[in-house]
C-alpha cells in the first residue's frame, strides 16, 4: 500500500555520501509502498527487480529449510538497504525479507540503482563497504556455526546485541526482550537451549530480565565469557 509519510531519502545510511541533489533524484524513481508487521516484502523466488530503502521500522532477512525450519540473516532497521544483492549481479533472490513492524520501503527499480552507483564514484565505495561489511558478518557467523557449540553460540548472540545497548558504566540494555525462537534461528538452535542458557546467565547474575528489557550488569565479562570460547580460531 502506498505510503503517505514524507517522502525523503535523507535517512538511508548509504546515500548520505551523495549529494542532495542525486538523492533527490534518486527519490524521482522510487516508488513507496508501506507493510504491516509480518508480511512479506520480497520472496526468494521473486525476479531482481528492484532495490529496497528502508526508511521506517524493522524487518528481517530469513530462509527457509526443506522442513520449514526458519533461518535468521539478519535483522535490519530503519536507514537500511537491502534486495541489493540481486540488484548489483541479477541473480536470484538469495532470501525472503518480511516486517517485523509497520515499515515503510522506497523501492528503486534494479536498472536505476545500477546507474546511479555506476555514476558515483563515492557512492560505489560506499556499496563496496557495505558488502564488505555484509561478507565479514557473513564469515564470523560461519567461523561460530562451525566451531563453537550451541550455548557459546547463544552467548555470542547475546553479546551482539548487548552491545548495540552498550552504556557508559559498562553495563548494556537489549530492548525490546529477544525472543528466544529468534535467538534460536539465528544461530541454529533450539528455543530450549536458548531459554537455559538465559537461564543460566541470570544465575549469574550477568543478565536480569526487566520489564520491557535485558539488562547485561557487565558487558566485560560477557565478552570474556565468548572470547575465551572463541580463542583464537
Known amino acids: 500500500m502506498t505510503a503517505n509519510d514524507a517522502r525523503s531519502l535523507d535517512g538511508i545510511d548509504l546515500l548520505s555520501v551523495v549529494p542532495p541533489a542525486i538523492r533527490a533524484e534518486i527519490l524521482k524513481q522510487c516508488r513507496w509502498q508501506r507493510f504491516e508487521a509480518q508480511e512479506q516484502i520480497i520472496d526468494r523466488n521473486d525476479d531482481p527487480d528492484h532495490v529496497y530503502f528502508l526508511v ?12 520449514g525450519r526458519e533461518i535468521t540473516f539478519d535483522d535490519l532497521e530503519a536507514g537500511s538497504m537491502f534486495g541489493e544483492l540481486s540488484g548489483l549481479d541479477r541473480a536470484p533472490r538469495s532470501a525472503n525479507v518480511m516486517a517485523l513492524t509497520d515499515a515503510t520501503v522506497a523501492v528503486l527499480p534494479t536498472a536505476a540503482f545500477r546507474a546511479v552507483v555506476t555514476e558515483n564514484p563515492a557512492l560505489a565505495l560506499a556499496t563496496m563497504v557495505h558488502l564488505v561489511g555484509v561478507l565479514r558478518r557473513a564469515n564470523e557467523r560461519i567461523m561460530e556455526l562451525s566451531t563453537l557449540g550451541a550455548n557459546n553460540r547463544v552467548h555470542a548472540e547475546i553479546l551482539r546485541l548487548a552491545i548495540l545497548g552498550g552504556q557508559p558504566d559498562g553495563t548494556a540494555v537489549i530492548r525490546p526482550i529477544p525472543v528466544h525462537s529468534d535467538i534460536a ?29 535485558l539488562h547485561v550488569a557487565d558487558l566485560n565479562r560477557l565478552e570474556r565469557l565468548v572470547e575465551d570460547v572463541r580463542g583464537e580460531w
Open 185 to 213: 534461528s539465528r544461530v541454529s538452535t533450539t528455543r530450549e537451549t536458548v531459554a537455559r542458557v538465559l537461564s543460566d546467565l541470570a544465575r549469574a547474575r550477568l543478565v536480569v530480565r526487566a520489564a520491557d528489557h
Open 56 to 67: 521506517e521500522g524493522r524487518v528481517r532477512v530469513v530462509i527457509y529449510s526443506a522442513s
